[in-house]
């Protein structure tokens, strides 16, 4: 178990932020292609139990294409089980934290079984594409902080997770204010899209052809 302290921040222009994060000399993976795709599903009871107590049952299936740009360059696929819950006294704030289980898992088809066999259901999935960036090794006050840049069906973001002084001030060397941090997590901004569009809730994924 850990405790995950994280924000969103909304990319007006992704080439311009791309261009701070490399002033900074933010690097992402090097092996291969680090833009990754995440197929997430979100578990829940009938009734909405775990998200009415703030929790999360998730699995997500992350898929890497590598290119030619690393020898060590290879495709990938994992799948990922996370729990995650309110953390137990944390003070509400600028920054979202939360308790967070996490584990690889290999056979996500018989774990779906289990979980609808507790009554469980897959009732939400949403897609997206993320590249993690790290600071370089000698910027001391970044130690532990992920620049993760998500391009998703509702828009382009960028999670800050880690140290909340970190995240601090790369939001404010990003050329962002805390009026900017957002909390809400990718449903409640695939509901407000769809609100803002006119469009009923489905399933927060890609167009075809896009």
């Not at 992402?28 to 049952?57: C, M, Y």
């Not at 002084?165 to 407000?192: C, H, P, R, S, W």
């Amino acid at each position: 178990m850990a405790s995950e302290t994280e924000i969103k921040l909304r990319i007006a222009d992704s080439k311009e932020f791309l261009r701070k994060l490399k002033r900074l000399g933010a690097k992402a993976d090097s092996a291969g292609d680090a833009r990754v795709h995440e197929w997430n599903v979100i578990f829940d009871t009938p009734d909405g139990g775990l998200a009415k107590h703030g929790q999360l049952l998730r699995i997500r299936t992350e898929t890497r294409r590598a290119t030619a740009k690393s020898k060590k360059a290879r495709d990938w696929t994992r799948s990922v089980l996370t729990f995650k819950r309110p953390a137990e006294n944390a003070n509400p704030g600028r920054h979202k934290v939360r308790e967070e289980f996490e584990m690889e898992v290999g056979d996500t088809a018989t774990l779906t079984k289990i979980f609808e066999g507790l009554g469980m259901r897959g009732w939400f999935r949403y897609e997206k594409f993320r590249t993690t960036f790290q600071l370089p090794a000698k910027t001391l006050w970044a130690k532990g902080l992920l620049i993760e840049m998500d391009e998703t069906p509702v828009g382009m973001f960028v999670e800050l997770e880690g140290p909340a002084d970190a995240i601090d001030k790369a939001a404010e060397l990003l050329g962002f204010t805390q009026k900017d941090y957002v909390l809400k997590n990718y449903l409640t901004l695939y509901i407000e899209d769809c609100r803002h569009r006119g469009e009923q809730p489905s399933d927060m994924v890609f167009r075809k052809n896009t």
